[in-house]
């Protein structure tokens, strides 16, 4: 419940989640820690642009990343990049999310790799004024002095990888959360 005297602080972690990983899980860890927000949500992308589509269907990326979050009151999964009509822009994202909080401050979560093509996204100027945007650095990828980030252990996961390891049979529980991999090996995604 948001507090009467200041406005609910969200952060907000968008990506195909094909699977969710660890990776995924310490960034949204991080940003609890070093932003002070009263939750992180977790926003699975539907139509892309800027990246290949996801490989499991919504429905299966929505309850591995359920199956993640169990447990932690303040990870939540915010689905509406999946409806229908979403036009799949993080603008247009950022636009609906502040409509409905009003000034409450909204932190978007990237990569230092997404974070360098920024200014090909729709609207990248308007983006930076709806949030503000927090960056995580990648190995081999320089992040300008201009962008705020904060610190974070980079990790090695990646969901391509991922991918590979779950169509070649291998052991998952080192780089999605156990039931995830559980998840993956029951319903025989990605083989």
């Not at 926003?43 to 447990?71: F, K, W």
């Not at 409905?100 to 996204?121: C, H, N, R, T, V």
């Not at 990248?124 to 190995?139: S, Y």
């Amino acid at each position: 419940m948001a507090s009467k005297h200041r406005p609910q602080a969200l952060a907000l972690l968008g990506g195909t989640f094909d699977p969710v990983h660890n990776a995924h899980l310490a960034m949204a860890e991080a940003a609890l820690k070093h932003l002070g927000v009263d939750a992180v949500l977790f926003m699975p992308t539907g139509r892309t642009h800027y990246r290949a589509p996801a490989v499991a269907s919504a429905a299966d990326r929505l309850a591995m990343l359920g199956l993640a979050i169990e447990g932690n009151p303040k990870f939540r999964i915010d689905e509406r990049e999946l409806a229908p009509q979403a036009t799949g822009y993080t603008v247009d994202t950022l636009r609906s999310l502040r409509a409905e909080l009003g000034d409450a401050p909204i932190y978007f979560l990237m990569g230092s790799d997404q974070y360098a093509k920024l200014d090909g996204w729709k609207e990248p100027g308007e983006v930076r004024k709806l949030a503000e945007l927090i960056v995580f650095a990648r190995p081999g990828v320089l992040t300008d002095r201009s962008a705020r980030t904060i610190p974070f252990e980079s990790m090695e996961d990646s969901g391509t990888e991922i991918r590979a390891r779950a169509a070649r049979g291998e052991e998952l529980s080192d780089c999605v959360p156990a039931p995830v991999a559980d998840y993956i090996r029951r319903h025989g995604l990605y083989r």
